[in-house]
């Protein structure tokens, strides 16, 4: 699937493309519509530590080309893509090169939640990096157990958090199965984030939740630019074009790379309007 060359008529509307220069020039489009961008180059679980060497030279080329295009964007990565299933030294080191070039060119590295068993290494990493370079973000998934005192935790340590509702399937010792509680316990830690979170991005494209987070802010006069949102890259773009109508910031997840299965296959998974799109396409 990731080698036919057909491969774009599928994922055109949720990828970029297979290069950087794809990348870019979606960036440079959300550019023009006043959104920032997320770069991710897709990949993750490497078996090789050189493709963890790789990866992280596709993120410094990225980082390159954003300085160069002066682009609103900053990069998004897994840790498993920079190798953390092969040597977790190894990968802080990949991390803290990433951290220290954006920090140099004024953006941030933003770190993707993956299963749960990555849950509390990836935390610790982050807090590690973070506390040397100041421009980390991490995503944290709504529907895991735990998540109320992770966001606590960051809160305290002033690290930015990105809130999404989590795409793996978990069991439910471990995560919330009911998309309902899901929801209301997303509800809920957004509004902890807005009020005591560092720049928090509310990683959602469900309308009830981005309404109720535009009332709360409103409610309780919290600035624009004390937060952001985050969709996703051809998911809801009449909503990324309304939030930016009304003022405030949206930042799109914008992934590229030949890497894109998986996170394809996840992006159908976990709502079924994205498989009817799908179908109709195909039907034409």
Same mark, same amino acid.
């Given at each position: ?8 008529? %599928? ?27 997320? @770069? ?5 679980? !490497?078996?090789?530590?050189?493709? /963890? ?32 299933? %092969? ?37 610790? #990493?982050?807090?590690? !990096? ?20 992770? #966001?606590?935790?960051?809160?305290? &340590? ?51 939740? !981005?309404?109720?987070? @535009? /009332? ?18 051809? #998911?809801?773009?009449? &909503? ?9 910031? @949206? ?31 195909? @039907?034409?």
């Amino acid at each position: 699937m990731e080698t036919s060359p057909r491969a774009a008529f %599928l994922t055109k509307r949720f990828i970029a493309g297979m290069t950087l220069e794809d990348e870019l020039q979606v960036c440079e489009r959300l550019k023009s519509e006043g959104a920032f961008a997320a @770069l991710d180059h897709l990949g993750e679980n !490497v078996t090789k530590i050189e493709d /963890a060497a790789a990866a992280r030279d596709a993120y410094l080329e990225a980082l390159a080309s954003i300085e160069t295009r002066k682009l609103p964007a900053s990069i998004s990565l897994k840790l498993t893509a920079l190798g953390l299933d %092969l040597s977790e030294a190894a990968c802080v080191e990949h991390l803290r090169t990433l951290a220290k070039r954006a920090q140099e060119i004024g953006t941030r590295v933003e770190v993707d939640m993956e299963a749960s068993s990555y849950a509390e290494t990836t935390y610790r #990493i982050v807090e590690k !990096v973070a506390a040397e370079f100041p421009v980390m973000r991490l995503a944290i998934q709504v529907y895991l157990h735990r998540t109320p005192t992770d #966001i606590e935790r960051f809160n305290r &340590l002033g690290i930015s958090v990105r809130l999404v509702k989590g795409a793996y399937r978990e069991l439910p010792d471990v995560a919330i199965q009911k998309k309902s509680e899901v929801d209301r316990a997303y509800s809920h830690l957004m509004k902890v984030l807005l009020k005591h979170g560092t720049y928090p991005a509310l990683g959602t494209q469900d309308e009830k939740i !981005v309404n109720e987070a @535009l /009332a709360f802010v409103r409610a309780k006069r919290i600035p624009p630019d004390r937060f952001e949102f985050e969709m996703l890259l051809g #998911i809801r773009s009449d &909503l990324q074009k309304r939030v930016l109508r009304e003022g405030f910031r @949206l930042r799109v997840y914008v992934p590229y790379g030949a890497a894109w299965y998986p996170y394809f296959m996840r992006r159908l998974a976990e709502r079924p309007a994205n498989v009817f799109f799908l179908l109709r396409n195909l @039907l034409r």
